[in-house]
C-alpha cells in the first residue's frame, strides 16, 4: 500500500486529517494525419498550452492518440474510434484530412482544428467569427500562398525554363492549390509542371521526371505526407539540386533551401489554447477560428552555397530569417 493511502493519526486521539482529493481527469482525444515522431515539436507545443490552461497530461489529463502516419484512409476509423470513447474533445490537426474525418465522426464532441484552408468553404464552420457548429480552430491559411512561394523561388534568377509543383492527390485541397500556381506560373510567364506523390515509394519518379522535363525550381504543396517526410524531400532536393520552397520553417532549418508561411508551432500552441477554454465550458461554436498575423520567409544559405546559388540581396532583404 502506498503512504498516501491510509489516514495519519495525530496524537493519542488518533484524529484523522483531511485527505486531499484526487484531481478529476479529463480524457480527450488527438487525431493526426501525421506521424509521432516528425511531429513531436508541434504536439509539444500544444500540452504546453494545455498545461498553461491547467491541465497536465498524467495528473489531470490522459490524451488518446491516434496517428494515420500519412495513411488519409485510416483518418475515419481513428475518427470514430475517439468520438465513440466520448472524449472531452478531440484535436484533429495535421492538415484538412483529419478535420473532414472528426467531422463526418461527431457532430456533438467539440473538435479543435489546425488546416491550412478556408474552413467556411469546407463545411467546417458557419463562419470564421461565430463558427456555430461544435468545431472551431486555426487557419494557417498557407493553401493560398504557393503562388507566393513560386514568385520567391523565382527570385533566384534561375533562368526562364519550367517549375514545378509537387502535390499529394490524396489531399482534397489539392485542385484549388493547382489552380492557383498555375495562374501564378502564367503571371511570371513560366511553364508550371505539376507531380505527383501520395506515398513515399512515388518520390523517385517524380523527381526523376522533374529532371528529364528540365524544371529549375520546386514548389512543394503544404501537406501533412510532406511533413512527414521532409528529410527526405530535403535529401532528394540536394541529391538532384534543385532549388525548392516549402511552406514551414523546419524544412530549411533540416537543410532545404527556403520556406514562406505561418509558423506551424505557434499554430499548435493557439489549438492547445482553445482546447484548454473548451475544458473549462466555451463552446467551440462560439470561438472564433484564429488565423496567423505573421508570414515567416527563411533562407539556408548554407544550402545555397552547396547548390551553387547566389542569393540576390533583394531576396535576402526580405527573409525574416537566414540560416548560416
Known amino acids: 500500500m502506498r503512504r498516501r493511502d491510509f489516514v495519519v493519526l495525530v496524537g493519542a486521539g488518533a484524529l484523522p486529517l483531511p485527505v486531499r482529493a484526487q484531481p478529476e481527469m479529463v480524457v480527450a482525444g488527438f487525431l493526426s494525419a501525421r506521424s509521432p515522431h516528425e511531429a513531436g515539436a508541434h504536439t509539444t507545443a500544444f500540452l504546453r498550452a494545455l498545461t498553461e490552461a491547467g491541465y497536465v497530461p498524467g495528473r489531470n489529463l490522459t490524451v488518446e492518440y491516434r496517428w494515420a502516419e ?4 485510416r483518418l475515419p476509423t481513428l475518427a470514430t474510434d475517439l468520438a465513440q470513447k466520448k472524449v472531452a ?19 456533438t464532441t467539440p473538435t479543435i482544428f489546425i488546416i491550412g484552408d478556408d474552413p467556411v468553404s469546407l463545411g467546417l464552420v458557419e463562419s470564421m467569427n461565430r463558427p456555430g457548429t461544435n468545431a472551431t480552430g486555426v487557419s494557417l491559411v498557407t493553401a493560398i500562398l504557393g503562388g ?4 520567391l523561388i523565382c527570385g533566384l534568377s534561375l533562368g526562364s525554363g ?13 485542385g484549388a492549390q493547382v489552380d492557383d500556381a498555375r ?9 508550371l ?37 521532409r528529410e527526405r524531400l530535403v535529401s532528394i532536393t540536394e541529391h538532384y539540386r534543385l532549388p525548392a520552397i516549402y511552406h514551414i520553417r523546419e524544412f530549411p532549418q533540416a537543410g532545404g533551401l527556403m520556406s514562406y508561411g505561418a509558423s506551424l508551432l505557434d499554430a499548435y500552441y493557439q489549438a492547445g489554447l482553445q482546447a484548454g477554454r473548451v475544458l473549462k465550458g466555451e463552446k467551440p461554436g462560439n ?13 539556408n544559405l548554407k544550402t545555397a552555397k552547396a547548390f551553387s546559388l547566389s542569393i540576390p540581396p533583394t531576396l535576402l532583404a526580405r527573409a525574416d530569417e537566414v540560416i548560416e
Open 89 to 107: 474533445f478531440i484535436a484533429a490537426v495535421g492538415g484538412i484530412n483529419s478535420a473532414l474525418a472528426a467531422k463526418a465522426a461527431t457532430s
Open 183 to 191: 495562374r501564378a506560373a502564367s503571371a511570371l510567364g513560366r511553364q
Open 193 to 229: 509542371i505539376v507531380v505527383a506523390a501520395r506515398a513515399e515509394t512515388e518520390f523517385g519518379a517524380a523527381f526523376n521526371k522533374l529532371t528529364v522535363d528540365g524544371v529549375q525550381a520546386l514548389v512543394v504543396q503544404n501537406e501533412p505526407f510532406f511533413d512527414s517526410q
Open 70 to 73: 500519412g495513411h488519409y484512409d
Open 162 to 174: 519550367p517549375v514545378a509543383l509537387l502535390v499529394n492527390p490524396a489531399n482534397s485541397t489539392t
Open 148 to 151: 507566393k512561394r513560386l514568385e
Open 287 to 299: 470561438m472564433p477560428v484564429l488565423q496567423p498575423t505573421k508570414f515567416e520567409f527563411v533562407i
